[in-house]
């Protein structure tokens, strides 16, 4: 009988665990096809390997209890001379055995965890208060709290164990040495039994036991107590993150004082074997337990009554640790920052030596643009772009900017009869190229003017090689040379057909691989279909993020992907980042992707082949949190170096990491203890129009030259206002060419004189009598005004505003492109195109029918200036109450107005401007 149970329990365990060795098994087909075995096998033998010495801790620290326990039983009750049945050794191993497995394979969870301690990097920077290095609490603090944890674990159930073993097994003794009468005293009274009643009564091998286990359980107690001295420099408890007065004073010393009150009671514990006075321990306990309480609401105390009344002065120094630790944590204190001497009036001089930048300011939404895509450039109903990124190229016509989609393939949009697993799976099985546009042009009726357009993809970049069998959409197992042809491409009435010929996808060669993808995919037609032969491909794990992920899932991946025409063929960049949340003295960032960390870097580009599906991994800096990753996976990361210079002209400073600096820069760019302490200059995001909603606006890129930036260059640009106004305060560019890559660059505005900020340029649009007349026609008739991204464009030593206007029906929403916005801050413009309005703004022309300029007088000009001076200081005046200066104003502007009136007059009759598309403020 008891072989029947074992075998059918060897059965059990091997159809629990087949499934778990069929994964292992097709991954490890995953990795050595894209290359990565090595880190397969690394993962995989850490993860196998630290099931052992869970196990063996598990198995021999509860065995050596439970045998403990087992054997002073029997000799305890043989000394009673009272009859028992000894425990079972085999039932002792089966169970103890069976959880120690269970043990092992919940430890081997924290292989990370373990190769991070036994390679970490040193940072080489040291933590203000204990003086340790920050790759102590990076790498080595979480190893340390995991072994400590471990024995605390075991510890507790041990003792479990063995009272319950004890009390169970050792009950006839109290029934030997006590009457009738006396056991139902007590069972029905045990509260009148005191405690040394109970150690006098207990035998001397389970009072040593017991007291040898308490003991240990206390000195890991003290350890814990012991490391919590470091998680002080983490605490949140004062006015900035990291360890403030009261921590370091307070908090430290309770802590300490914690510590040896354990050891203390731990020896008590030990020495109480021979003593047996219960007091000593009991103490220990009581001293612990009111310091413990006393540490929850005594630091509270002295922070209120004796810091926070000159909480300041006390707390300077350690608002220094938080000023410079964070800024050392996100990468910012590098920032170099210069003044911006900012000329109010943007020039034809500046604008003449700035064609280049003003060629390719951005006036394509992206959001508006994915739209126009869907609908000008899908094709059909089975291809979509997931979204539209930007990117530069080095073109015959110098620096370019430029729209970017992947026509990707979506066969959730078959028609319901087509949508058959031969269809979804081996047919249907790659988008198709690549649509591009300038940034800052448009055609006359409002359309982008495509570069690389239609199916096959036409234009002036060459893209031989335009299939996608791998992107940001692309999430569902492919089976490439099956004996069914591949749809390519349509092409009229008839569509064209190819095989996959690259390498990529898992041979199926053999009838074990399709039982196990049948396996995995729950699918039986990997074995039934006659379509699949030894040459079939499988591809999965196709989506580009879960793909890099798969490989390196100890790195964070940037939101947004972006396509990269290269050698003819398209790839994927993917930014990966590095985080930890245990750098002292960081203030943690919440609400992104990086919630809940306190570090974050920019370590590595992710380059994915569209058609390949190859990833390769390039390390960005020397950084330690990858240097250590690097260790552990020797053959993951390449040198940027090696990375292939065409595509080094793509790489870009990546949005979502300058999102979480520019977040932390809003009060971190205060370098000042006292200045911070006040919050005297901090900052925020401005606000910009989308859709009829106030929403933060994003950081963008463009091409643009810097102040002494030294040419044109590729930036990521974000401006800033005060908190709570609407000024612009300053602007930061992140640079993203070489050899100036990861340079970021503040540019402060004089703070004494008025710069308009986005939310004010947005107002001054809102309030322009033309523009707002026009929206509300546009938006009559099923029509929808969409006003696009308001961009913030240094200009020289001036500052330009664009904003593009489109138009959309609501029914079958196309948006088109009417016109775009251009303002000075001085004045607002609007015009059929940038650079129309570019010059009426600087210039005062306006474009006839015949292609012919006409410029609008001077007189006019001053006039329109001299009335807007006294709009704006007529809201200066209300601002401040001050009505009758309002009024004034406004009457000054009345006339000015009056003036301006006849000379338009006497203009239009002399030689009418035709064709004007503009409204002036």
């Known amino acids: 009988?008891?072989?029947?149970?074992?075998?059918?329990?060897?059965?059990?365990?091997?159809?629990?665990?087949?499934?778990?060795?069929?994964?292992?098994?097709?991954?490890?087909?995953?990795?050595?096809?894209?290359?990565?075995?090595?880190?397969?096998?690394?993962?995989?033998?850490?993860?196998?390997?630290?099931?052992?010495?869970?196990?063996?801790?598990?198995?021999?620290?509860?065995?050596?209890?439970?045998?403990?326990?087992?054997?002073?039983?029997?000799?305890?009750?043989?000394?009673?001379?009272?009859?028992?049945?000894?425990?079972?050794?085999?039932?002792?191993?089966?169970?103890?055995?069976?959880?120690?497995?269970?043990?092992?394979?919940?430890?081997?969870?924290?292989?990370?965890?373990?190769?991070?301690?036994?390679?970490?990097?040193?940072?080489?920077?040291?933590?203000?208060?204990?003086?340790?290095?920050?790759?102590?609490?990076?790498?080595?603090?979480?190893?340390?709290?995991?072994?400590?944890?471990?024995?605390?674990?075991?510890?507790?159930?041990?003792?479990?164990?063995?009272?319950?073993?004890?009390?169970?097994?050792?009950?006839?003794?109290?029934?030997?040495?006590?009457?009738?009468?006396?056991?139902?005293?007590?069972?029905?009274?045990?509260?009148?039994?005191?405690?040394?009643?109970?150690?006098?009564?207990?035998?001397?091998?389970?009072?040593?036991?017991?007291?040898?286990?308490?003991?240990?359980?206390?000195?890991?107690i003290a350890f814990g107590f012991f490391l919590n001295r470091y998680e002080i420099l983490f605490s949140q408890q004062g006015v900035v993150s990291g360890a403030g007065y009261t921590d370091v004073h307070v908090r430290l010393p309770i802590f300490d004082i914690l510590t040896i009150l354990?050891?203390?009671?731990?020896?008590?514990?030990?020495?109480?074997?021979?003593?047996?006075?219960?007091?000593?321990?009991?103490i220990g306990i009581a001293l612990i337990a009111a310091f413990f309480l006393a540490s929850s609401f005594v630091p509270g105390a002295y922070q209120q009554y004796r810091v926070e009344p000159t909480e300041f002065q006390l707390e300077e120094p350690y608002l220094e640790y938080n000023i410079n630790y964070t800024r050392m944590a996100f990468g910012l204190s590098d920032i170099e920052e210069t003044s911006f001497e900012i000329n109010n009036e943007l020039t034809p001089s500046e604008l003449e030596n700035n064609t280049q930048?003003?060629?390719?300011?951005?006036?394509?939404?992206?959001?508006?643009?994915?739209?126009?895509?869907?609908?000008?450039?899908?094709?059909?109903?089975?291809?979509?772009?997931?979204?539209?990124?930007?990117?530069?190229?080095?073109?015959?016509?110098?620096?370019?900017?430029?729209?970017?989609?992947?026509?990707?393939?979506?066969?959730?949009?078959?028609?319901?009869?087509?949508?058959?697993?031969?269809?979804?799976?081996?047919?249907?099985?790659?988008?198709?190229?690549?649509?591009?546009?300038?940034?800052?042009?448009?055609?006359?009726?409002?359309?982008?003017?495509?570069?690389?357009?239609?199916?096959?993809?036409?234009?002036?970049?060459?893209?031989?090689?335009?299939?996608?069998?791998?992107?940001?959409?692309?999430?569902?197992?492919?089976?490439?040379?099956?004996?069914?042809?591949?749809?390519?491409?349509?092409?009229?009435?008839?569509?064209?057909?190819?095989?996959?010929?690259?390498?990529?996808?898992?041979?199926?060669?053999?009838?074990?691989?399709?039982?196990?993808?049948?396996?995995?995919?729950?699918?039986?037609?990997?074995?039934?279909?006659?379509?699949?032969?030894?040459?079939?491909?499988?591809?999965?794990?196709?989506?580009?993020?879960?793909?890099?992920?798969?490989?390196?899932?100890?790195?964070?991946?940037?939101?947004?992907?972006?396509?990269?025409?290269?050698?003819?063929?398209?790839?994927?960049?993917?930014?990966?980042?590095?985080?930890?949340d245990k750098y002292p003295y960081s203030e943690t960032h919440y609400g992104t992707k990086f919630d809940g960390n306190n570090y974050v870097r920019n370590s590595v580009k992710v380059i994915i082949d569209a058609h390949e599906g190859t990833v390769d991994f390039y390390m960005m800096e020397d950084e330690p949190v990858v240097n250590t990753y690097s260790k552990i996976f020797p053959d993951l990361f390449k040198p940027y170096s090696e990375m292939p210079e065409g595509l080094q002209e793509h790489i870009r400073y990546p949005k979502d990491f300058f999102k979480v600096q520019m977040d932390m820069y809003e009060n971190y760019h205060m370098t000042d203890p006292g200045t911070f302490y006040n919050r005297e200059d901090a900052w925020q995001i401005p606000k910009e129009v989308y859709r009829g909603s106030s929403i933060e606006m994003e950081p963008y890129y463009m091409i643009t030259e810097l102040p002494n930036g030294g040419g044109l260059e590729y930036v990521l640009l974000q401006p800033f206002t005060p908190r709570n106004r609407e000024n612009m305060i300053a602007w930061i560019a992140a640079r993203c060419d070489e050899p100036n890559y990861g340079e970021i660059k503040h540019y402060e505005l004089p703070k004494g004189e008025l710069i308009y900020g986005p939310t004010q340029i947005e107002s001054r649009i809102d309030q322009d009598p033309d523009i707002s007349e026009q929206m509300t026609l546009w938006g009559q008739s099923g029509s929808r005004v969409i006003r696009g991204n308001l961009l913030v464009v240094p200009i020289g030593n001036s500052i330009l505003y664009t904003e593009p206007i489109f138009i959309s029906a609501e029914e079958s929403e196309i948006p088109e492109l009417r016109r775009v916005v251009a303002s000075s801050g001085q004045k607002v413009v609007m015009g059929e195109n940038l650079q129309i309005s570019l010059q009426m703004l600087v210039e005062g022309m306006v474009i006839e029918e015949d292609g012919t300029q006409a410029e609008v007088p001077i007189i006019t000009r001053n006039l329109a200036q001299q009335a807007l001076d006294h709009y704006n200081r007529a809201q200066e005046h209300l601002g401040e109450g001050n009505w009758a200066g309002y009024g004034e104003e406004i009457d000054q502007m009345e006339d000015i107005l009056d003036q301006l009136s006849m000379v338009v007059q006497e203009t239009n009759s002399s030689a009418p401007l035709q064709g004007t598309n503009l409204s002036t403020t």
């Open 357 to 580: 930048v003003t060629e390719n300011i951005r006036i394509w939404d992206r959001r508006a643009l994915e739209q126009t895509y869907r609908q000008l450039q899908q094709i059909r109903t089975y291809y979509t772009f997931n979204d539209v990124d930007t990117d530069r190229y080095h073109t015959d016509e110098g620096y370019r900017q430029y729209m970017i989609s992947a026509r990707e393939l979506d066969t959730t949009q078959l028609a319901p009869e087509a949508r058959t697993w031969v269809n979804e799976r081996l047919v249907y099985t790659h988008g198709f190229g690549v649509v591009m546009n300038p940034v800052s042009t448009k055609t006359s009726d409002g359309r982008p003017e495509f570069v690389l357009s239609n199916i096959p993809p036409v234009g002036v970049f060459n893209v031989s090689n335009p299939r996608i069998y791998y992107g940001e959409i692309t999430d569902e197992y492919k089976i490439a040379n099956s004996g069914r042809a591949e749809f390519d491409y349509p092409r009229g009435g008839q569509n064209v057909f190819t095989q996959y010929e690259g390498a990529s996808g898992i041979l199926l060669d053999s009838f074990v691989k399709r039982l196990a993808f049948a396996y995995i995919f729950s699918e039986p037609k990997f074995i039934l279909s006659e379509y699949i032969d030894d040459n079939s491909r499988l591809m999965y794990d196709r989506q580009i993020e879960e793909r890099a992920q798969k490989i390196a899932p100890f790195l964070e991946y940037d939101n947004d992907p972006y396509p990269v025409i290269y050698s003819d063929k398209v790839y994927w960049i993917i930014d990966a980042y590095t985080t930890a």
């Open 1 to 220: 009988m008891r072989n029947i149970k074992i075998l059918f329990l060897l059965i059990m365990v091997l159809i629990l665990g087949m499934g778990s060795l069929i994964g292992i098994y097709t991954d490890y087909l995953w990795f050595e096809m894209i290359g990565y075995t090595s880190v397969f096998i690394t993962i995989l033998q850490w993860q196998l390997i630290t099931i052992i010495p869970g196990f063996i801790l598990a198995f021999v620290f509860l065995y050596i209890n439970a045998r403990f326990a087992r054997d002073s039983i029997s000799k305890i009750l043989a000394e009673k001379n009272i009859p028992y049945e000894k425990i079972d050794s085999q039932t002792i191993l089966i169970v103890i055995g069976a959880f120690s497995i269970f043990f092992g394979l919940t430890f081997s969870g924290n292989w990370r965890t373990i190769l991070l301690y036994l390679n970490s990097t040193p940072f080489g920077i040291e933590d203000p208060v204990l003086m340790n290095d920050i790759g102590f609490y990076i790498f080595q603090l979480p190893f340390i709290h995991l072994i400590r944890g471990v024995f605390f674990g075991l510890t507790v159930i041990s003792l479990i164990m063995v009272l319950v073993l004890y009390l169970y097994r050792l009950e006839p003794i109290f029934q030997s040495e006590t009457s009738t009468k006396e056991r139902d005293e007590y069972y029905f009274q045990s509260r009148n039994i005191s405690v040394e009643d109970v150690i006098d009564k207990l035998p001397a091998k389970v009072l040593i036991h017991i007291s040898a286990l308490l003991a240990f359980l206390f000195a890991l």
């Open 262 to 282: 354990s050891l203390l009671t731990a020896v008590a514990l030990l020495a109480n074997v021979k003593l047996k006075n219960i007091k000593i321990p009991i």
